[in-house]
């Protein structure tokens, strides 16, 4: 197969990189006179001698990563648009834009590291470049975000693509130590006749509003502008029209406050991991494990996104319990662990107010039940305690017996299978002990193979 540059008359080690700008002119919406198309051509030639770098091949069972080249920006999606614009007056077609996000992109940064979190943005770029390779346009919006634009693609087959994309992306390699945490995209996406709708920014807006709308829908993953529409009975019409604006503005600000509520909370946790240094990133660690309980054990969207907010926030009692009996390194006296046991109550204190977490308090409340009945603060027991704190009970206590704390040392990952065994049907729902047995058995993190009876 012949090489780009060969393809267009280059000799090879010689590449072409091309920029155009371009505008329909006519004398209405619907009459084509013709398009004002700048182009501006970058002509490379590799110096003489210089080979280019070797391929190298992606280990077993990682994604292969084809491209990781830098994308262009927002710019490049305004004149692709115009040029398809000019386009349809010609040839018309429809053209689907898809705005993706990475989901809780923050958490690669704080679970991983920075370098982890670049190398998801690498992939998920990857991914979409691939899927599409012989469609359209990919470029780099903002952040963690990526817009794709794919011309004589109706919504039907735009949401099929999308999903590929997702399913694709679930794939890239992030593994670090014994925590996975998958990859998970959230799309909104536009489908139009450009000839009717003339200005990208109209396109753009309306695939926010699509996005927001997904954001706020946990169990939703591609959210398509003509679903809004029909929702708030909007007109369809050359642009945004105000019900179309109000819907968008009232989406973004939803957005804007679901952010802030979770920027606020993240700023509550970290106060209070900062005040033991053994449980720093602590809630962290143990959202990902109840992630990944919850869907071993087949959680619905909406039961997981209730069990991953009451994962993060579960310890946020504790800053009313004393430092000097956090960090403490000897075993607590009966006194100090009654103000301990207060934690979960101090939490509905602080958070009891707040609406977007009324089905996440029961599991905070509760994750300290026993399934035996011996538990804290209300002495629960078996079915009693919702399923989701049982879920919880166990991710918590999971990360607390592999982490290091003032008063112990680190377990390792057998003996934390043993005392998951141990402990079903007395500290633990058995349903739920299996499941982090299993969890553990299969992170590939165990010293020796796990062939013991299972719980």
Not at 219 to 248: H, Y
């Amino acid at each position: 197969m012949s090489t780009l540059a060969e393809a267009r008359g280059l000799p090879r080690g010689e590449h072409r990189a091309e920029e155009s700008l371009a505008a329909p002119t006519g004398a209405s919406r619907f009459e084509l006179a013709g398009a004002f198309v700048i182009v501006r051509d970058i002509h490379i030639t590799r110096p003489a001698g210089r080979t280019p770098p070797a391929r190298t091949t992606a280990p077993a069972g990682r994604l292969r990563l084809r491209f990781r080249r830098p994308l262009p920006g927002p710019r490049h999606f305004l004149e692709h648009y115009a040029i398809e614009r000019a386009a349809c007056f010609n040839r018309p077609r429809e053209l689907s834009v898809a705005l993706f996000d990475v989901d809780r992109f923050h958490e690669f940064n704080e679970l991983l590291s920075p370098r982890a979190a670049d190398e998801v943005l690498g992939c998920v770029a990857d991914v979409i470049a691939e899927v599409t390779r012989d469609i359209g346009l990919v470029v780099r919006y903002e952040g963690d975000r990526f817009l794709s634009s794919w011309p004589g693609t109706g919504e039907t087959a735009a949401v099929e693509l999308a999903e590929r994309i997702l399913l694709a992306a679930r794939a890239c390699p992030v593994l670090e130590a014994t925590v996975h945490r998958p990859v998970e995209l959230r799309v909104g996406l536009v489908t139009c006749d450009p000839r009717v709708t003339s200005s990208a920014h109209a396109v753009l807006e309306r695939a926010r509003a699509a996005l927001s709308h997904c954001k706020l829908h946990q169990e939703q993953r591609v959210t398509a502008w003509s679903a809004i529409r029909q929702l708030s009975g909007a007109v369809p019409g050359t642009s945004l029209d105000p019900l179309d604006q109000a819907a968008a503005s009232f989406g973004r600000i939803r957005a804007q406050l679901h952010e802030m509520g979770e920027q606020s909370t993240r700023a509550l946790v970290a106060a209070v991991e900062a005040k033991d240094p053994f449980t720093s990133r602590h809630s962290t660690t143990v959202a990902q494990h109840a992630d990944a309980l919850g869907r071993r054990l087949r959680l619905s969207p909406r039961q997981g996104m209730v069990l991953q907010q009451a994962a993060v926030l579960h310890d946020v009692g504790k800053i009313g319990v004393p430092d000097a009996i956090l960090t403490k390194p000897g075993p607590l006296t009966d006194e100090e662990f009654l103000v301990v046991q207060r934690h979960p109550r101090t939490a509905m204190d602080i958070l009891g107010h707040l609406p977007g977490l009324r089905a996440a308090l029961p599991l905070i409340l509760h994750h300290h039940e026993r399934f035996d009945g011996q538990g804290y603060p209300d002495g629960l027991a078996g079915e009693r305690i919702p399923f989701g704190a049982r879920i919880l009970a166990v991710a918590d206590s999971m990360d607390a017996m592999l982490s290091r704390r003032s008063y112990k040392d680190a377990y390792s990952v057998d003996r934390v299978i043993d005392e998951l065994r141990a402990g079903a049907g007395r500290q633990f729902d058995p349903i739920v002990a299996r499941a982090g047995v299993e969890h553990l058995r299969l992170s590939g993190t165990a010293s020796r193979a796990a062939g013991g009876q299972a719980v």
